[in-house]
T-cell receptor
Framework: AQSVTQLDSHVSVSEGTPVLLRCNYS??????LFWYVQHPNKGLQLLLK??????LVKGINGFEAEFKKSETSFHLTKPSAHMSDAAEYFC??????????????FGTGTRLKVLA | DARVTQTPRHKVTEMGQEVTMRCQPI?????VFWYRQTMMQGLELLAY????????DSGMPKDRFSAEMPDATLATLKIQPSEPRDSAVYFC????????????FGPGTRLTVT
């Protein structure tokens, strides 16, 4: 069965230090994987996506994620956190169990807090 | 700057009343999604359409919820009758393609049912 697990519901980092938000998935098919960010009282915005091309994916605002099939992981990282990165982050899996149909599963989210 | 728009942004209503939420997808996008977000359940997919046809509404309570696309520029989500447990933020998103494309989210409709 398809599933997404975000291992941490809350992460706190100091400004200027690295960010690591963890995501593990399970899928019976070749999935596409996404990270979205949601700032308070806003809709979700795409950070980056993996669709079976390069395993290291670069996104907006300095974020990147590495697809590791052997570990079924797609962790999100950023070398240096900025105050504006404080938000909720969602890992998403998309797969196609039958031709023309797609299933999208959102993780439960990780709330990132950045300390001054 | 193309955006998904949703109306109303906020809605407070009494239990038993009908609620209609509207979404205007980005022009040219062929897929529209409806999501519900609550603290307890997180983000749930309610339904999605491609080329105005419903492809999956398995996440939607069928007895009181209905979703339609009267035309390519308008998607609606209706709750009748509404209940307090329907209180949530409802997001619409649109996209172009199949499966591995970006979804563009609207700002959401915050629904409170008293």
């Amino acid at each position: 069965a398809q599933s997404v697990t975000q291992l941490d519901s809350h992460v706190s980092v100091s400004e200027g230090t690295p960010v690591l938000l963890r995501c593990n998935y399970s899928s019976s098919y070749s999935p596409s994987l996404f990270w979205y960010v949601q700032h308070p009282n806003k809709g979700l915005q795409l950070l980056l996506k993996y669709t079976s091309a390069a395993t290291l994916v670069k996104g907006i605002n300095g974020f990147e994620a590495e697809f590791k099939k052997s570990e079924t992981s797609f962790h999100l990282t950023k070398p240096s956190a900025h105050m504006s990165d404080a938000a909720e982050y969602f890992c998403v899996v998309s797969e196609s169990p039958t031709s023309g149909t797609y299933k999208y599963i959102f993780g439960t989210g990780t709330r990132l807090k950045v300390l001054a | 700057d193309a955006r998904v728009t949703q109306t109303p942004r906020h809605k407070v209503t009494e239990m038993g009343q009908e609620v209609t939420m509207r979404c205007q997808p980005i022009l040219g996008h062929n897929t529209v999604f409806w999501y519900r977000q609550t603290m307890m359940q997180g983000l749930e997919l309610l339904a999605y359409f491609r080329n105005r046809a419903p492809l999956d509404d398995s996440g939607m309570p069928k007895d009181r919820f209905s979703a339609e696309m009267p035309d390519a520029t308008l998607a609606t989500l209706k709750i009748q009758p509404s209940e307090p447990r329907d209180s949530a933020v409802y997001f619409c998103a649109s996209g172009l393609g199949q499966g591995d494309y970006e979804q563009y989210f609207g700002p959401g409709t915050r629904l409170t049912v008293t």
